[in-house]
């Protein structure tokens, strides 16, 4: 069988870094432009990290709802195909959004604080999302 979550795995960011590059970096109270950007980073990856979790429940719960699903005369694609297609085109959307964001300061150094914010914000937003797609019963 194909697997059709491959596509969404090949856009999750490395693991959150044990340790700051610098032992003086503080993402509590960043100071530097390279410790703002490399903290806005980590903050994205812990979003991302949850939305993957959330994925993963959401769409388990789209599969059961189609297995669930019996009918006849309804041949629109189901729960989980319909998921995954809006999820592969969020994630375009997300990223090309985001980029342009950060091209107000194309080439300069805030440009990843820029961009990695927007991504935090929006995979948040996502996260929310998904949750709200799961029926309070689960």
């Known amino acids: 069988m194909i697997d059709l979550l491959a596509p969404l795995l090949v856009l999750t960011p490395p693991p959150l870094a044990e340790a700051p590059p610098s032992p ?3 993402c509590d109270d960043p100071q530097a432009q390279q410790e703002m950007n490399w903290c806005a980073g ?3 990856a812990r979003a991302d990290a949850e939305m993957n979790a959330q994925w993963t429940f959401t769409a388990a719960r789209m599969k059961q709802s189609d297995a669930d699903w019996e009918s006849d005369w309804d041949e629109r ?4 195909a319909t998921l995954l297609e809006a999820q592969r085109a969020w994630l375009v959307y997300r990223d090309a959004h ?3 964001d950060g091209y ?3 080439s300069g150094s805030m440009e990843p604080l820029i961009t990695a914010g927007c991504m935090a914000e929006l995979t ?3 996260t929310a999302q998904l949750k709200a797609l799961i ?3 689960y």
């Open 24 to 26: 003086e970096w503080n």
């Open 42 to 44: 980590q903050d994205y």
């Open 77 to 80: 694609p189901g729960f989980f």
């Open 98 to 100: 985001c980029r342009s």
């Open 104 to 106: 107000q300061f194309r």
């Open 124 to 126: 948040r937003e996502r």
């Open 135 to 137: 029926p309070e019963e």
